[in-house]
Every structure is written in C-alpha cells, then in structure tokens.
C-alpha cells in the first residue's frame, strides 16, 4: 500500500522550531530522492528542501540556514527540522518524491502555523 503520513506541525511562536516527520511505505522512499514541499494559502505548493538517498540535500532559498532535512533509510522516514520559525514559513508542509513520481498522490500533510 503506498502511502505518505506527515506530523509533528502546530502553532509555534516566531523565532520557535518544530521538526515534521513524514513516514513512507518502502516503495515510494527506497533509492528515490525525497522532498519537503509547502503550500501556503492561495500559493502554489513549493519545494523547500530535498534529500537524495544518499543523504545530499539542497534547499530554497528561504529556508537555507534554517531548516534541515534528514532521512533514516532504514525506518522509511524523512525529516525537516525547522528553527527560526517566520510567520511566512505557515503552510502546509508534505512529502513526497522529488520529481513527483505518482501523479496527483499526496499525503494529508500537516499545518505548521507561526504566529504570536
């Protein structure tokens, strides 16, 4: 069964951090580059960070120096720890391949709001 399950977002202060884990069924994760997109209210959905399976990441520009983006090949999970949370960071935050590989297939995602 493919699947993709993020957590770890909330309401955090500006300034504040949160890390989001997203656990993925082995055949969407394993060999592939994985990534953590966003998508804030009437914006398109954005890649912020990306990590290829051999653990060589890159990020966008807003975020670099900020987030980090890991992986644990083993457990099928990747991660984004967020520090020096803005309030322009609130989005929806997902993960999924990177290029998206299944058409239109995305998790739930979870809300990260930053906000005083």
């Known amino acids: 069964q493919v699947q993709l399950v993020e957590s770890g977002g909330g309401l955090v202060q500006p300034g504040g951090s949160l890390r989001l884990s997203c656990a993925a069924s082995r055949g969407i994760f394993s060999g592939n580059r994985m990534g953590w997109y966003r998508q804030a209210p009437g914006k398109q959905r954005e890649l912020v960070a990306s990590?290829?399976?051999?653990?060589?990441?890159n990020y966008a520009d807003a975020v670099k120096g900020r987030f980090t983006i890991s992986r644990d090949n083993a457990k099928n999970t990747v991660h984004l720890q967020m520090n020096s949370l803005k309030p322009e960071d609130t989005a929806v935050y997902y993960c999924n391949t990177v290029p998206i590989i299944l058409f239109n297939f995305w998790g739930q995602g979870t809300q990260v709001t930053v906000s005083s």
């Open positions: 990590i290829t399976s051999g653990g060589t990441t």
